[in-house]
């Protein structure tokens, strides 16, 4: 599915927050992030790696502060736009989380992203 480059932002930063939900980033997970927004429509103008970093940096200051979480989907939802949009970001987010297994809090975080996403 091709997004715009808003919409691409949008998905990127809601992966980047759903791998960091549990606490711990890895390398690969953010290769498959890399991965993930590299096959939807990336602006070759802009740096992908450029926007993941600062996207990470942003996650890393709200993780476990469940307020500043939702405040962070529901500033990323008027982004995404069309209903069909939102429902593939929302399956893509959860295929990634479910490639390693997920746990309680990303339980959490994806009823939450699926409720904001009024899915």
Known sequence: MKLTQKQCEAFADILVLAMCIDGHFSLAEEEEIQKEIDSIGWDEKMSSTLYLGTSIATARDIIGQPEQVRA?????????????????IFEETLKVLNSDGTNADEGVFMRQLKAILKL
């Open 72 to 88: 962070r989907l529901e500033a990323l939802v008027p982004t995404i736009g069309e209903p069909e949009i939102a429902s593939f």
